[in-house]
C-alpha cells in the first residue's frame, strides 16, 4: 500500500524534515553474525581492472566526432563594473563558432542569481564571457582578442581586514552577517564560577579541494534531448540545474558520471561551465567540451573557508562547566556558511554552551561544500582548546574527554542516538597509540633537536543518510544480474559495496552483479555528499534484492513443483532438500523472462539522532631549530555502524586522514590583498601532501551495526576521517614542545613563532 511519511535527515550539520512516498514496509536489520557471506567481506574493486588499465572512461577522456572546445574569460580584478565587451576580432578568427557574454545570453539563474555573467564582477576568476572554437588552442587565442572596459571598484579578500574599517565601503547593508546561533545554560555563570578558564583564538587558513579531476563537462543537444557529461557528485542535481538555467523539461535532459576523479564536496550540483557548454551545444548544434585549467580550478571552483575562531572554556572540580565559541568565516562570494560551531554544539555533554558563527562577503572566490565543511576548522579550534583546558586544570586530556563523552542523547535536540560508542573508539585507539606513554612536556626525539609527542582529537559527524533513493534488480534467464541505482561513484568504492549488498541479499556470487549507477536515466537518488550514499542507497538496494529473491524461489517453486519454503537461493543456485540447482537452468524454464526488484529507502525516525562518532590519536616529532613537524603515526579508531567492505572503507579513512595532515600541516591558499589574486593556484605552488608526507595509518573500526539507523545498520564514512585529524596533530606537537600553535597550517614558520613566544630554543 502506498502511503506518505515523515523523514528526519542530516545533511552536513543542519537537520531537515520531509515527506516520503513509500510502498510495503522495509527490511529488519541485516544478520552481522559471521555468516554473511558478502557483507563484512574484504573485496577489490569491481571496476579496478578497468581504473587501472586505462579503460575507465573518466569525463575528461571524452572526445566527441565534431566536438567543439569551450574557454572562458575570467575577470582580472577582484571587484569590477563590466561596461563594454567587444569581441568583433575574437569572432574573425578562423575555427570561433560562437561567443557568449552577458549581452548576448538569455537570462539562466544560477544559484540565486539571474544571470551567469554578471555586470558586476566580484573576484578575480569569475566568469565574463566564453568562446567556442573548433580546438583549444584557437579558444584559448581568441580569449585574448576580446576587449573588455572595467570599471575598477574597491575591494577587500581577506577575512580580518573585511572585519576591520574597509568592511562597509563593500555592500550598503554590510558584508557581516550572523548565520547560527546555539545557547543552552548559562554560560557566563559558570566562566564565573570556574576553577580554571583559557580564552584563546585560533585561525585556519582557506584549503582548497584539487582533486585529480577538475571540474567539467561535455554536452550534446540533438534537437530534442541535451545529454551532458560531468564530472559531478549528483547527477540528479546537475539535471535540476540545467532544468533551471535552460528551462527544459527533465525529461529532455540526461546526466551521466561514469567515472570521475575525485570531488569532495566542489561538485554537488551544476557549474557555469556546464551552463556554458549546453547553451554552445544548443545554439550551435555539435557537441561541446568545457573543462576548467588547474588555474581556474582554484580561482572560482570552490575552497574550505579561512576562519577566525574565539573560544572561553571553563573547568571546575575537573569537568568542562562552559564553552563560549564565536567564529567568522570567508564565505568570498559563496551564498552559505559552513558553521565551525558545529562540533562545540554536539561533540560532548557540557551544560553550559553559547556559540554564534558569521558569514564574511569579501571579494574571493566562493566557498563550496568540502569534506565535512565546517566541522574541520570548528573541530581543529575546539579540540585544541580542550587540551589547553586540560593542561591548566591538570587533567589528562583523553580523561577529560571520557568525562563528558558518554551521553545518549543529543544536546540540541534531545533525541536518543540510534548508536553511540565513543568511548569504545577512545579505548581502542589509546591502546593502539600506546597513551600510557604520554608523558606531559613530550619525550626526547630520534634526534637531540627533535622532541616527540602524542596528542588525540574527536570527532561528531552525521551519516545516516535518508530517502529518497530509488534502486531495482534485474535478474535475467541465465542468472546475471543487472543492479541499477540512482548514485555515482566518486572514487568510494560505491559500485563494489553496493554489489557486494545486492549479491549478500539476493543469493548470487558477486562476480554475477553488474551495478548501473551515474545517469540520470535510472532510479532518483542522493548526491554523493555529507556521507549519505552507503546509508542512503545500500538499503534500497537490500530491498530490492530480496525483492527479486522472492521472486526467483516464487518461479522456481512452480518449475521445480516444490513449496517455496522448501526453497533457497545460495551462491547463485536454488538449493532443494540438498540438491543444488544453477539459478540459469531453474530461468531457463521459463525463458525470456525478466524478474525485476524493486527497492526504496524508508524514512528515518523521528525521535532518533544518526550520528557518526570517531577518536584519533597523532604520534609527532617537532625539529625545534626548523619548525620542520614529521608525523609519524595516525591512528583512526571509528564508529560508523556496520562495515560492508573493510577494504575500501579502509582506504576511505586513509585517504581522509591524508588529507586531513594537509590541512593541518600544509594547504593554504595565498591571495595578494592589493589585487585579489591566488598566487599559488596550481600544484607547485599549494602543497598538497605526497607519498613522503604520509605516516603510519592505523584503521580500527568498532564496527558494530546501527540496527535502528537503516536495515543494513550502516552509517556514512566519507567524511568523519578528516575531522579531528588537524587537532590530534596540533596537540602533539603541543605535547612534544611546550608550545601551542593556534594557526592551521601548522608551517615551519609558525611553530618557530610560538616556539619563540614560549622561550623554547633547541
Same mark, same amino acid.
Given at each position: 500500500?502506498?502511503?506518505?511519511?515523515?523523514?528526519?535527515?542530516?545533511?552536513?550539520?543542519?537537520?531537515?524534515?520531509?515527506?516520503?512516498? @513509500?510502498?510495503?514496509?522495509?527490511?529488519?536489520?541485516?544478520?552481522?553474525?559471521?555468516?554473511?557471506?558478502?557483507?563484512?567481506?574484504?573485496?577489490?574493486?569491481?571496476?579496478?581492472? #578497468?581504473?587501472?588499465?586505462?579503460?575507465?572512461?573518466?569525463?575528461?577522456?571524452?572526445?566527441?566526432?565534431?566536438?567543439?572546445?569551450?574557454?572562458?574569460?575570467?575577470?582580472?580584478?577582484?571587484?569590477?563594473?563590466?561596461?563594454?565587451?567587444?569581441?568583433? %576580432?575574437?569572432?574573425?578568427?578562423?575555427?570561433?563558432?560562437?561567443?557568449?557574454? %552577458?549581452?548576448?545570453?538569455?537570462?539562466?539563474?544560477?544559484?540565486?542569481?539571474?544571470?551567469?555573467?554578471?555586470?558586476?564582477?566580484?573576484?578575480? &576568476?569569475?566568469?565574463?564571457?566564453?568562446?567556442?572554437?573548433?580546438?583549444?588552442?584557437?579558444?584559448?587565442?581568441?580569449?585574448?582578442?576580446?576587449?573588455?572596459?572595467?570599471?575598477?571598484?574597491?575591494?577587500?579578500?581577506?577575512?580580518?581586514?573585511?572585519?576591520?574599517?574597509?568592511?562597509?565601503?563593500?555592500?550598503?547593508?554590510?558584508?557581516?552577517?550572523?548565520?547560527?546561533?546555539?545557547?543552552?545554560?548559562?554560560?557566563?555563570?559558570?566562566?564565573?564560577?570556574?576553577?580554571?578558564?583559557?580564552?584563546?583564538?585560533?585561525?585556519?587558513?582557506?584549503?582548497?579541494?584539487?582533486?585529480?579531476?577538475?571540474? &567539467?563537462?561535455?554536452?550534446?543537444?540533438?534537437?530534442?534531448?541535451?545529454?551532458?557529461?560531468?564530472?559531478?557528485?549528483? @547527477?540528479?542535481?546537475?539535471?535540476?540545474?540545467?532544468?533551471?538555467?535552460?528551462?527544459?523539461?527533465?525529461?529532455?535532459?540526461?546526466?551521466?558520471?561514469?567515472?570521475?576523479?575525485?570531488?569532495?564536496?566542489?561538485?554537488?550540483?551544476?557549474?557555469?561551465?556546464?551552463?556554458?557548454?549546453?547553451?554552445?551545444?544548443?545554439?550551435?548544434?555539435?557537441?561541446?567540451?568545457?573543462?576548467?585549467?588547474?588555474?581556474?580550478?582554484?580561482?572560482?571552483?570552490?575552497?574550505?573557508?579561512?576562519?577566525?575562531?574565539?573560544?572561553?572554556?571553563?573547568?571546575?572540580?575537573?569537568?568542562?562547566?562552559?564553552?563560549?565559541?564565536?567564529?567568522?568565516?570567508?564565505?568570498?562570494?559563496?551564498?552559505?556558511?559552513?558553521?565551525?560551531?558545529?562540533?562545540?554544539?554536539?561533540?560532548?555533554?557540557?551544560?553550559?554552551?553559547?556559540?554564534?558563527?558569521?558569514?564574511?562577503?569579501?571579494?574571493?572566490?566562493?566557498?563550496?561544500?568540502?569534506?565535512?565543511?565546517?566541522?574541520?576548522?570548528?573541530?581543529?579550534?575546539?579540540?585544541?582548546?580542550?587540551?589547553?583546558?586540560?593542561?591548566? !586544570?591538570?587533567?589528562?586530556?583523553?580523561?577529560?574527554?571520557?568525562?563528558?563523552?558518554?551521553?545518549?542523547?543529543?544536546?540540541?535536540?534531545?533525541?536518543?542516538?540510534?548508536?553511540?560508542?565513543?568511548?569504545?573508539?577512545?579505548?581502542?585507539?589509546?591502546?593502539?597509540?600506546?597513551?600510557?606513554? %604520554?608523558?606531559?612536556?613530550?619525550?626526547?626525539?630520534?634526534?637531540?633537536?627533535?622532541?616527540?609527542?602524542?596528542?588525540?582529537?574527536?570527532?561528531?559527524?552525521?551519516?545516516?543518510?535518508?530517502?529518497?533513493?530509488?534502486?531495482?534488480?534485474?535478474?535475467?534467464?541465465?542468472?546475471?544480474?543487472?543492479?541499477?541505482?540512482?548514485?555515482?561513484?566518486?572514487?568510494?568504492?560505491?559500485?563494489?559495496?553496493? !554489489?557486494?549488498?545486492?549479491?549478500?541479499?539476493?543469493?548470487?556470487?558477486?562476480?554475477?552483479?553488474?551495478?548501473?549507477?551515474?545517469?540520470?536515466?535510472?532510479?532518483?537518488?542522493?548526491?554523493?555528499?555529507?556521507?549519505?550514499?552507503?546509508?542512503?542507497?545500500?538499503? !534500497?538496494? %537490500?530491498?530490492?534484492?530480496?525483492?527479486?529473491?522472492?521472486?526467483?524461489?516464487?518461479?522456481?517453486?512452480?518449475?521445480?513443483?516444490?513449496?517455496?519454503?522448501?526453497?533457497?537461493?545460495?551462491?547463485?543456485?536454488?538449493?532443494?532438500?540438498?540438491?543444488?540447482?544453477?539459478?540459469?537452468?531453474?530461468?531457463?524454464?521459463?525463458?525470456?523472462?525478466?524478474?525485476?526488484?524493486?527497492?526504496?529507502?524508508?524514512?528515518?525516525?523521528?525521535?532518533?539522532?544518526?550520528?557518526?562518532?570517531?577518536?584519533?590519536?597523532?604520534?609527532?616529532?617537532?625539529?625545534?631549530?626548523?619548525?620542520?613537524?614529521?608525523?609519524?603515526?595516525?591512528?583512526?579508531?571509528?564508529?560508523?555502524?556496520?562495515?560492508?567492505?573493510?577494504?575500501?572503507?579502509?582506504?576511505?579513512?586513509?585517504?581522509?586522514?591524508? #588529507?586531513?595532515?594537509?590541512?593541518?600541516?600544509?594547504?593554504?591558499?595565498?591571495?595578494?590583498?592589493?589585487?585579489?589574486?591566488?598566487?599559488?593556484?596550481?600544484?607547485?605552488?599549494?602543497?598538497?601532501?605526497? @607519498?613522503?608526507?604520509?605516516?603510519?595509518?592505523?584503521?580500527?573500526?568498532?564496527?558494530?551495526?546501527?540496527?535502528?539507523?537503516?536495515?543494513?545498520?550502516?552509517?556514512?564514512?566519507?567524511?568523519?576521517?578528516?575531522?579531528?585529524?588537524?587537532?590530534?596533530?596540533?596537540?602533539?606537537?603541543?605535547?612534544?614542545?611546550?608550545?601551542?600553535?593556534?594557526?592551521?597550517?601548522?608551517?615551519?614558520?609558525?611553530?618557530?613563532?610560538?616556539?619563540?613566544?614560549?622561550?623554547?630554543?633547541?
Amino acid at each position: 500500500m502506498t502511503r506518505i511519511l515523515k523523514s528526519i535527515e542530516e545533511f552536513e550539520g543542519e537537520v531537515s524534515e520531509s515527506l516520503v512516498i @513509500v510502498d510495503g514496509h522495509d527490511l529488519p536489520p541485516a544478520r552481522h553474525d559471521g555468516g554473511s557471506p558478502e557483507i563484512g567481506r574484504s573485496r577489490r574493486r569491481i571496476d579496478a581492472t #578497468q581504473r587501472v588499465t586505462g579503460r575507465a572512461r573518466y569525463t575528461q577522456d571524452l572526445y566527441l566526432a565534431g566536438m567543439l572546445h569551450a574557454r572562458i574569460l575570467r575577470s582580472p580584478h577582484a571587484r569590477a563594473r563590466v561596461r563594454r565587451i567587444d569581441t568583433k %576580432r575574437a569572432e574573425a578568427l578562423p575555427g570561433v563558432r560562437g561567443v557568449l557574454h %552577458r549581452f548576448n545570453t538569455p537570462k539562466t539563474p544560477f544559484r540565486g542569481d539571474d544571470v551567469i555573467f554578471r555586470e558586476e564582477v566580484r573576484f578575480v &576568476g569569475e566568469e565574463v564571457c566564453a568562446v567556442a572554437a573548433d580546438d583549444e588552442d584557437t579558444a584559448r587565442e581568441a580569449l585574448a582578442l576580446i576587449e573588455v572596459d572595467y570599471e575598477r571598484l574597491p575591494h577587500v579578500v581577506d577575512l580580518e581586514e573585511a572585519l576591520g574599517d574597509v568592511a562597509p565601503q563593500l555592500e550598503s547593508d554590510g558584508n557581516v552577517s550572523e548565520s547560527g546561533s546555539h545557547k543552552r545554560g548559562d554560560t557566563k555563570r559558570a566562566l564565573k564560577e570556574a576553577d580554571v578558564a583559557v580564552d584563546v583564538t585560533y585561525r585556519t587558513s582557506t584549503q582548497l579541494h584539487n582533486a585529480l579531476e577538475t571540474h &567539467g563537462a561535455v554536452a550534446l543537444y540533438d534537437g530534442e534531448m541535451l545529454t551532458v557529461w560531468e564530472s559531478t557528485q549528483h @547527477v540528479f542535481g546537475v539535471r535540476t540545474g540545467l532544468k533551471n538555467a535552460l528551462k527544459l523539461p527533465y525529461s529532455r535532459i540526461r546526466v551521466i558520471c561514469d567515472y570521475m576523479g575525485g570531488g569532495f564536496g566542489a561538485k554537488n550540483g551544476v557549474g557555469k561551465y556546464t551552463i556554458v557548454a549546453s547553451l554552445f551545444s544548443m545554439r550551435l548544434g555539435k557537441p561541446v567540451r568545457c573543462v576548467l585549467t588547474r588555474d581556474e580550478e582554484n580561482l572560482a571552483a570552490g575552497n574550505r573557508s579561512a576562519t577566525l575562531q574565539q573560544l572561553r572554556l571553563g573547568a571546575k572540580g575537573g569537568r568542562i562547566t562552559a564553552i563560549e565559541h564565536t567564529s567568522w568565516s570567508n564565505s568570498g562570494q559563496g551564498k552559505w556558511i559552513a558553521n565551525p560551531t558545529g562540533p562545540t554544539n554536539t561533540l560532548y555533554e557540557v551544560a553550559n554552551v553559547n556559540t554564534r558563527s558569521y558569514k564574511v562577503v569579501t571579494n574571493a572566490g566562493s566557498l563550496s561544500a568540502f569534506r565535512a565543511p565546517g566541522y574541520v576548522e570548528g573541530a581543529f579550534a575546539l579540540e585544541s582548546a580542550i587540551d589547553e583546558l586540560a593542561e591548566a !586544570a591538570g587533567v589528562d586530556p583523553l580523561t577529560l574527554r571520557r568525562r563528558h563523552a558518554g551521553a545518549g542523547k543529543d544536546p540540541i535536540t534531545g533525541n536518543r542516538y540510534s548508536d553511540k560508542h565513543l568511548l569504545e573508539c577512545y579505548r581502542i585507539g589509546a591502546k593502539e597509540i600506546g597513551w600510557d606513554r %604520554r608523558r606531559a612536556g613530550g619525550t626526547r626525539g630520534s634526534a637531540p633537536h627533535r622532541r616527540r609527542g602524542i596528542g588525540m582529537a574527536s570527532q561528531i559527524w552525521g551519516g545516516g543518510g535518508g530517502p529518497p533513493a530509488y534502486a531495482t534488480v534485474h535478474v535475467d534467464p541465465d542468472g546475471s544480474v543487472v543492479l541499477t541505482a540512482g548514485t555515482q561513484d566518486i572514487g568510494t568504492g560505491t559500485r563494489t559495496v553496493l !554489489a557486494q549488498i545486492c549479491a549478500d541479499e539476493l543469493g548470487v556470487e558477486l562476480d554475477d552483479v553488474r551495478v548501473q549507477i551515474g545517469d540520470s536515466a535510472g532510479p532518483f537518488g542522493p548526491m554523493s555528499a555529507g556521507s549519505m550514499t552507503l546509508a542512503s542507497v545500500g538499503p !534500497a538496494v %537490500r530491498l530490492a534484492a530480496h525483492d527479486a529473491r522472492e521472486q526467483l524461489l516464487g518461479a522456481a517453486a512452480g518449475v521445480l513443483e516444490t513449496p517455496k519454503a522448501e526453497l533457497r537461493l545460495e551462491a547463485g543456485a536454488i538449493v532443494s532438500k540438498g540438491a543444488r540447482i544453477p539459478l540459469g537452468e531453474v530461468l531457463g524454464k521459463v525463458d525470456n523472462n525478466t524478474v525485476i526488484g524493486k527497492g526504496i529507502r524508508f524514512p528515518n525516525a523521528d525521535d532518533l539522532a544518526q550520528k557518526t562518532f570517531s577518536a584519533q590519536f597523532a604520534e609527532v616529532e617537532v625539529d625545534v631549530r626548523t619548525g620542520e613537524i614529521f608525523v609519524e603515526r595516525i591512528v583512526a579508531a571509528l564508529d560508523v555502524g556496520r562495515i560492508v567492505n573493510p577494504l575500501t572503507a579502509a582506504s576511505q579513512v586513509e585517504g581522509g586522514v591524508i #588529507q586531513g595532515i594537509g590541512f593541518a600541516l600544509s594547504e593554504e591558499r595565498i591571495v595578494d590583498r592589493a589585487l585579489g589574486r591566488v598566487m599559488n593556484g596550481n600544484l607547485e605552488g599549494y602543497k598538497v601532501p605526497t @607519498v613522503k608526507d604520509v605516516p603510519t595509518i592505523v584503521v580500527k573500526f568498532v564496527d558494530r551495526p546501527d540496527r535502528r539507523a537503516n536495515n543494513l545498520g550502516a552509517k556514512g564514512l566519507g567524511e568523519p576521517p578528516i575531522i579531528p585529524t588537524a587537532a590530534a596533530i596540533a596537540n602533539a606537537v603541543a605535547n612534544a614542545t611546550g608550545a601551542r600553535v593556534r594557526h592551521a597550517p601548522l608551517t615551519r614558520a609558525r611553530v618557530l613563532e610560538a616556539l619563540a613566544l614560549a622561550g623554547i630554543r633547541d
